[in-house]
């Protein structure tokens, strides 16, 4: 057992160990990030470019140095094969030439070589020769000046022809190419730096200043915007969809606001009613009739229940939230109603034939509110019948309330939707309600993907509903 728990400490401080730097790259700034990323990716191509550069001219060297060899050679055993050799034999860019007979003799050199002492022994020569490659050799042994590149030929008569060039100069070339790299990449790779680190600073500036802008948007400055830049980039998207997303708060607060003033100003009349009936009631007990305060007392209490239940619906209905999604039969839902609102009303069935079953998708309580919204605001209006229609028509169904009462000027049809509207300032509270009844409607709709709207009815008034039909 303890060793397994030291087992485990360990490995617990190992990955502490390896999380460090991973943590402190987290904490650097973007502006860092970015650069630091980019000049470390630009460091290892510059390094895979340097080594492959390199190779590719060294390579490219080693085979210029073994082609003027193996020319050069072609040409001394094109004149050793015609008797042609001068005595000694003419150095060509400072090309070393031996020429051996059969016994291994030098028989034959350039000025710049041993005449005793052959460049490759015996073995040596016979194996250069069968694979006809060039390689190298050390020729210090020799008393030349670095590696050489030496290749071995075949002639007439047993003749064996060795040409070396010296690679001194190739590899002095190798290594003056390798200290510029080294010198030059540093310097490359902190003036990128250096352009990174303003880059990214010039391009992340416009984020700065919309950080700024937001850092001041606040509670007492609603109506401010962040700054956009002037170039059509990412940037700009980003501050144009920010400032679009402000200006929907800024609605949305400012409808907050409206809706509590306005719930507060109509939660404000039942509640002194009713403060104000049981203030008088409790002066004077002995003079009071309770039943009729109590009945004053729970009319406006229903009212503040409907006002309740009403703005509880709004608040859910602005969510976007609908308690179920299932298939709701139009046709079904006005007969209810129209049986339920029956009693000592002349209610009736709209006199268009339903073509089809005008079933629809979504919350039956919250069409069933809308429905019964809408009877109640004709109801309120009629001067003698209301009338429910529901026909499908086309990809939607239609559901209509019509009332014979004044209507509604058409400037009007559109206010009347808005929260605590009433057009009729004349009528009592306690006929007209809290004016949410209509804005209750249009939210509902709006969330089961409809629309609705008023029309004159000619006399009267129509409400319709068009609601998708469900596939």
Same mark, same amino acid.
């Given at each position: 057992? !303890? *060793?397994?728990?030291?087992?485990? %400490?360990?490995?617990?401080?190992? #990955?502490?160990?390896?999380?460090?730097?991973?943590?402190?790259?987290?904490?650097?700034?973007?502006?860092?990030?970015?650069?630091?990323?980019?000049?470390?990716?630009?460091?290892?191509?510059?390094?895979?470019?340097?080594? #492959?550069?390199?190779?590719?001219?060294?390579?490219?060297?080693?085979?210029?140095?073994?082609?003027?060899?193996?020319?050069?050679?072609?040409?001394?055993?094109?004149?050793?094969?015609?008797?042609? &050799?001068?005595?000694?034999?003419?150095?060509?860019?400072?090309?070393?030439?031996?020429?051996?007979?059969?016994?291994?003799?030098?028989?034959?050199?350039?000025?710049?070589?041993?005449? =005793?002492?052959?460049?490759?022994?015996?073995?040596?020569?016979?194996?250069?020769? %069968?694979?006809?490659?060039?390689?190298?050799?050390?020729?210090?042994?020799?008393?030349?000046?670095?590696p050489l590149r030496v290749r071995a030929l075949s002639a007439d008569r047993g003749v064996t022809v060795?040409?070396?060039?010296?690679?001194?100069?190739?590899?002095?070339?190798?290594?003056?190419?390798?200290?510029? =790299?080294?010198?030059?990449?540093?310097?490359?790779?902190?003036?990128?730096?250096?352009?990174?680190?303003?880059?990214?600073?010039?391009?992340?500036? !416009?984020?700065?200043?919309?950080?700024?802008?937001?850092?001041?948007?606040?509670?007492?400055?609603?109506?401010?915007?962040?700054?956009?830049?002037?170039?059509?980039?990412?940037?700009?998207?980003?501050?144009?969809? =920010?400032?679009?997303?402000?200006? %929907?708060?800024?609605?949305?607060?400012?409808?907050?606001?409206?809706?509590?003033?306005? *719930?507060?100003?109509?939660?404000?009349?039942?509640?002194?009613?009713?403060?104000?009936?049981?203030?008088? *009631?409790?002066?004077?007990?002995?003079?009071?009739?309770?039943?009729?305060?109590?009945?004053?007392?729970?009319?406006?209490?229903?009212?503040?229940?409907?006002?309740?239940?009403?703005?509880?619906?709004?608040?859910?209905?602005?969510?976007?939230?609908?308690?179920?999604?299932?298939?709701?039969?139009?046709?079904? &839902?006005?007969?209810?109603?129209?049986? %339920?609102?029956?009693?000592?009303?002349?209610?009736?069935?709209?006199?268009?034939?339903?073509?089809?079953?005008?079933?629809? &998708?979504?919350?039956?309580?919250?069409?069933?509110?809308?429905?019964?919204?809408?009877?109640?605001? *004709? =109801?309120?209006?009629?001067a003698s019948a209301v009338r429910i229609g529901v026909r499908a028509e086309g990809s939607a169904a239609?559901?209509? #309330?019509?009332?014979?009462?004044?209507?509604?000027?058409?400037?009007?049809r559109e206010r009347v939707f808005d929260r605590f509207t009433r057009l009729d300032d004349a009528r009592?509270?306690?006929?007209?309600?809290?004016? &949410?009844?209509?804005?209750?409607?249009?939210?509902?709709?709006?969330?089961?993907?409809?629309?609705?709207?008023?029309?004159?009815?000619?006399?009267?008034?129509?409400?319709?509903?068009?609601?998708?039909?469900?596939?």
């Amino acid at each position: 057992m !303890p *060793a397994a728990a030291e087992g485990r %400490r360990l490995a617990r401080g190992t #990955v502490a160990v390896l999380a460090r730097p991973v943590v402190w790259w987290r904490r650097q700034s973007l502006r860092f990030r970015v650069t630091a990323a980019a000049t470390a990716v630009l460091a290892l191509a510059l390094a895979a470019s340097a080594y #492959v550069f390199v190779a590719v001219l060294g390579e490219a060297l080693v085979r210029g140095i073994d082609d003027q060899v193996y020319q050069r050679g072609r040409e001394i055993v094109a004149l050793s094969d015609a008797n042609r &050799l001068s005595d000694p034999v003419v150095s060509v860019d400072n090309t070393i030439v031996q020429v051996l007979d059969r016994d291994g003799r030098i028989v034959d050199a350039t000025p710049n070589t041993d005449r =005793l002492v052959p460049l490759l022994p015996a073995r040596a020569r016979e194996a250069a020769v %069968r694979s006809g490659a060039p390689r190298f050799l050390d020729g210090r042994p020799y008393a030349l000046p670095g590696p050489l590149r030496v290749r071995a030929l075949s002639a007439d008569r047993g003749v064996t022809v060795i040409v070396a060039r010296s690679f001194a100069e190739v590899e002095s070339s190798l290594v003056t190419t390798g200290h510029v =790299l080294l010198v030059g990449m540093p310097l490359l790779l902190a003036l990128l730096a250096a352009a990174s680190w303003l880059v990214v600073g010039r391009t992340l500036r !416009p984020i700065a200043l919309l950080r700024r802008g937001a850092a001041e948007v606040g509670a007492s400055a609603r109506s401010r915007r962040l700054p956009v830049p002037q170039a059509r980039d990412e940037v700009h998207a980003l501050a144009t969809t =920010l400032n679009d997303m402000l200006g %929907r708060l800024e609605e949305a607060d400012a409808r907050q606001r409206a809706l509590v003033s306005d *719930a507060a100003h109509e939660l404000r009349s039942p509640l002194a009613s009713i403060r104000l009936q049981l203030e008088v *009631a409790l002066s004077h007990p002995e003079g009071q009739d309770w039943k009729e305060t109590a009945e004053g007392v729970l009319e406006d209490t229903l009212r503040l229940s409907r006002l309740a239940e009403d703005l509880l619906a709004l608040a859910r209905l602005d969510e976007g939230r609908l308690g179920r999604r299932e298939p709701v039969d139009l046709a079904e &839902l006005a007969r209810r109603t129209a049986e %339920r609102y029956g009693l000592g009303l002349d209610l009736a069935p709209s006199a268009s034939p339903v073509v089809a079953r005008p079933v629809v &998708l979504g919350d039956a309580l919250d069409l069933r509110r809308v429905l019964a919204n809408l009877v109640d605001n *004709a =109801l309120r209006h009629a001067a003698s019948a209301v009338r429910i229609g529901v026909r499908a028509e086309g990809s939607a169904a239609e559901l209509t #309330v019509t009332d014979d009462g004044p209507g509604i000027p058409a400037e009007d049809r559109e206010r009347v939707f808005d929260r605590f509207t009433r057009l009729d300032d004349a009528r009592s509270r306690d006929d007209g309600g809290a004016g &949410l009844g209509l804005a209750i409607v249009r939210t509902t709709v709006e969330a089961h993907g409809g629309t609705v709207h008023l029309e004159d009815a000619s006399p009267g008034l129509r409400a319709v509903v068009r609601l998708p039909l469900a596939r």
